[in-house]
């Protein structure tokens, strides 16, 4: 059963262009959630998704920041205009809505250097 | 809040020392607590996890951690170190099905 997997593995922009992340969670995983650490820092949470609907998006640091999971599969995370202080790796996880635990698992992160 | 402290940001052991890597939280309530390591390149990979019952949790590649409700702690022990044991190490804590609040992690040096 293939993991979560992210694209791209890393990106390097110019402050005030767009990019967009990608995250395919395990297939099946009603849940699916984005983090981000920026360099020196702990991960932090973003936002949850169940299927298509946004269940928390408390973390989400300002409105140049856009996630989308349409279908409930796979899930966007657009930065428009991109900030130096966006720089991070930012990780996808999915976990089912069932079981003990919900444990997360995560996918290798996207490395985002913005110039 | 939650918030979660991990107060060695590194360690370096022996190879076939133990380990024990610190973590406390603070929670109103019984929290899930997680260990995750992070190799080079990896995604975060789950250690082990508490969230009733017996307070010594057993998890893979001989990690074990222990709850501690009296010290809000759950730190994570091995007793022999291996050279590829050497990565970043993460505590968590979670309401069921919410998001994951993490320490600052751990990194991890072993010398031969």
């Known amino acids: 059963e293939a993991g979560v997997t992210q694209f791209p593995s890393h990106s390097v922009i110019e402050k005030g262009q767009t990019v967009t992340l990608r995250c395919d969670p395990i297939s099946g995983h009603d849940n699916l959630y984005w983090y981000r650490r920026v360099m020196g820092k702990e991960i932090k949470f973003l936002l949850h998704?169940?299927?298509?609907?946004?269940?928390?998006e408390s973390g989400m640091p300002n409105n140049r920041f856009l996630a989308e999971r349409t279908g409930g599969t796979y899930s966007t995370l657009k930065v428009q205009p991109a900030e130096l202080e966006d720089s991070g790796v930012y990780f996808c996880a999915s976990s089912t809505i069932e079981g003990v635990g919900n444990e997360q698992f995560f996918g290798p992160g996207t490395r985002l250097t913005v110039l | 809040a939650q918030s979660v402290t991990q107060p060695d940001i590194h360690i370096t052991v022996s190879e076939g020392a133990s380990l024990e890597l610190r973590c406390n939280y603070s929670y109103g309530a019984t929290p899930y607590l997680f260990w995750y390591v992070q190799s080079p390149g990896q995604g975060l990979q789950l250690l082990l996890k508490y969230f009733s019952g017996d307070t010594l949790v057993q998890g893979i590649k001989g990690f074990e951690a222990e709850f501690k409700r009296s010290q809000s702690s759950f730190n994570l022990r091995k007793p022999s170190v291996h050279w590829s044991d050497a990565a970043e190490y993460f505590c968590?804590?979670?309401?069921?099905?919410?998001?994951?609040?993490f320490g600052a992690g751990t990194i991890l040096r072993v010398k031969s």
């Open positions: 998704f169940v299927k298509e609907s946004k269940q928390d």
């Open positions: 968590a804590v979670s309401r069921r099905g919410n998001k994951l609040v």
